[in-house]
């Protein structure tokens, strides 16, 4: 890997290790791919040796290694065996890992879009309860179950720490159960290759004690529309014909909403620090930094706009 | 390598060093401070405004490029190009530069220092 990602690998978690699970429905996906890995090892080192043997081997081994008996054990036996053994095991594992009806589980609606995420909690009657996009915040411990759809094309929604991919398919809901173990951030990364700035689609999953939880969710109101100059500019500058911003007169749903814009880890879809730097940075010439992205580069603002725009949405927590 | 190549060698070193003299560094900027301030640039996101040397991505477009920033004599075109003044600049440009789109950008003094060592480590090529 050259540089490429230098930035982004300097903040914590990225890019995500892929054999570290942390928490029990990636677990067993990790405990398959080292056997998979392993096992596949073995058999080729066989199929290397039965190789060599064939060409450089001794008349007698060569006569024992073509015999009908070797035939049948290393060629119909084994592999009936060692697959069919390997199709019982992950299909019981895949099973086990997909949502049981029943289970105490959070729920939370997440929806691909061409280059980012929304992100909607949902309360225990399935109503949309909070909107947010780009982050989840979870309590450890407790299952949390998604429902992965697509606003476009597909998608394939990856927290490698947290459980394996599942793709996001347009007119389909498909479900995925992530828990995390421990508190902490845990990055994520579109999957499926959808097009553009495909590889600067990335995700955060925080996970709180359950008491951190509890408070971050209850500090989740909507804005008290005392924005000042930011607020005019946002509204004035046509933010809101795409972003939403609740408790203000701003209602755009094209892209992510902002609401708490200023709380979350990323900006630009878990790609840069969320800082006022980057945010007036990605205002004024988000496509420098996420080229194709849906956000056109607003270069009308003056400088004291601009810093007067990222702080107002810094705010916004 | 045969002994002469070695007397050689030793004799072109010995000359370019005369030529240029020991590079002194503008500043109390040692190495590591210029990698601190590197790597804190990074964490940051610098780039999200500013193309920097040695990272593909992101190659920011608001604000200038910081390739040769060493070799300015200005900071913003207002400030001169001093270490103290380049440390108090990253941290909070419109307390410096009022009209400036650059936001005051919360750090460590540690890491402002550390960044304005290694901005003026960055010469042209």
Known sequence: ?317 | MAREEVMIAAVGTLLLGACHPAEIAPHDAGAAAIARGRDAARRLGCGACHAMPDSAWPKGRVGPALDGFGDRAMIAGQLPNDPVRLAAFVRDAPALVPGTAMPAIPMRDEDARDIAAWLQSLHEQ
Not at chain 1, 17 to 37: I, Q, R
Not at chain 1, 187 to 200: F, I, T
């Open chain 1, 1 to 317: 890997m050259s540089n490429r990602f230098l930035l982004a690998s300097t903040s914590a978690g990225w890019p995500p290790p892929v054999l570290d699970p942390g928490g029990p429905y990636a677990e067993p996906v990790t405990l398959l791919a080292w056997a998979l890995l392993i096992g596949g090892a073995v058999v080729l080192a066989i199929v290397v040796a039965a190789l060599g043997t064939a060409l450089f081997g001794s008349k007698r081994l060569k006569a024992k290694l073509g015999g009908e008996r070797a035939i049948w054990l290393g060629g119909f036996l084994f592999p009936a065996v060692v697959l069919t053994g390997l199709l019982i095991w992950g299909l019981s594992l895949t099973s086990s890992l997909s949502p049981q009806p029943g289970t105490d589980a959070m729920r939370v609606r997440i929806i691909g879009e061409m280059w980012w995420w929304r992100v909607h909690y949902l309360d225990a009657r399935g109503q949309e309860a909070l909107r947010d996009a780009n982050e989840l915040h979870i309590p450890v411990g407790r299952p949390v179950l998604l429902e992965l759809e697509s606003a476009d094309v597909i998608h394939s929604f990856w927290i490698p720490r947290l459980a394996g991919k599942m793709d996001m398919i347009p007119g389909r809901t498909n479900k995925l159960l992530i828990e995390a173990d421990r508190p902490g951030v845990y990055k994520g990364q579109c999957a499926e290759y959808c097009g553009g700035p495909h590889a600067l689609m990335g995700f955060v999953v925080v996970a709180h004690s359950a008491k951190d939880f509890e408070r971050w969710r209850a500090a989740r109101r909507p804005a008290d529309g005392g924005g000042g100059p930011g607020l005019d500019l946002f509204l004035a500058s046509g933010c809101a014909a795409c972003h939403t911003i609740r408790g203000t007169a701003a209602n755009g749903l094209a892209g992510p909403d902002l609401t708490h814009v200023g709380s979350r880890q990323t900006l630009g879809a878990g790609i840069l620090p969320n800082n006022p730097g980057t945010m007036a940075g990605w205002i004024a010439d988000s496509q420098a930094i996420k080229p194709g992205n849906r956000m056109p580069a607003y270069h009308q603002f003056s400088g004291r706009e601009l810093r007067a725009l990222a702080a107002y949405l810094r705010g916004l927590e």
